[in-house]
């Protein structure tokens, strides 16, 4: 799987938007992007999932290049809820694989 | 079920005794894995299952830890002689490619604390 990159932690405030880049240089023509939320004492769960250009749905944005080498998970107008761990995550598109989540980005969102 | 089921939700145990976590999957989801997530850490691979293919036991830390998958039902993972440093939550969760593609849905966790 195509190692992924993203900021330890980031901070915001509320209503602002939030924008988290994740950097897979390696990443397979055959492979997704796939972020997950994690609150504090509870398993992560999906959030988002795409292959190229925007995809958008209830909770979030997400904006992949061209070249598919990056992303950027957009949060428009955080609220203190959104304080959660956010992973990046690049998967096969044609099979189920183990699943390995890297140190994820800690966004604390403050008043 | 409806989602991913883990018990106990809650162990506290003493060093040196073994425990036994206990996953029930998503009904027809074909892949199963285990996580451990120490405080205030990242999640930490542990094992993954896959039908009936060999699981991948790449990610269990000593032989102290097995894991077993009852064809593509039930998991227990277990620790002999329980040391502090397994004190974590243990996470499972599953998927299946057929029906969602890679998103894999988690249980609520194990905690488990060794004393």
């Known amino acids: 799987l195509a190692k992924t990159t993203q900021p330890i932690s980031m901070d915001s405030y509320e209503g602002q938007e939030v924008n988290i880049t994740c950097s897979h240089n390696?990443?397979?023509?055959?492979?997704?992007i796939t972020w997950y939320q994690q609150f504090p004492s509870q398993g992560p769960r999906f959030i988002i999932q795409g292959y190229k250009t925007k995809v958008t749905n209830e909770v979030a944005s997400l904006f992949i290049p061209a070249d598919r080498k990056s992303s950027t998970l957009s949060l428009p107008r955080v609220s203190l809820s959104d304080t959660a761990v956010y992973y990046c995550?690049?998967?096969?598109?044609?099979?189920?694989?183990?699943?390995?989540f890297g140190s994820g980005t800690r966004l604390l969102v403050r008043p | 079920g409806a989602g991913v089921s883990q018990s106990p939700s809650n162990k506290v145990t003493e060093k040196g005794k073994d425990v036994e976590l206990r996953c029930d999957p998503i009904s027809g989801h074909t892949a199963l894995y285990w996580y451990r997530q120490r405080l205030g850490q990242g999640l930490e691979f542990l094992i993954y299952?896959?039908?009936?293919?060999?699981?991948?036991k790449s990610g269990l830390p000593s032989d102290r830890f097995s894991a077993e998958r009852t064809g593509e039902s039930v998991s227990t993972l277990t620790i002999q002689r329980t040391q502090q440093e397994d004190s974590a939550v243990y996470l499972c969760a599953s998927s299946s490619y057929q029906t969602s593609g890679n998103t894999i849905y988690f249980g609520e966790g194990s905690w488990l604390t060794v004393v």
């Open positions: 995550l690049v998967v096969p598109g044609d099979s189920s694989y183990k699943l390995i």
């Open positions: 299952f896959q039908g009936n293919s060999a699981p991948d």
């Open positions: 390696n990443i397979a023509t055959n492979d997704y």
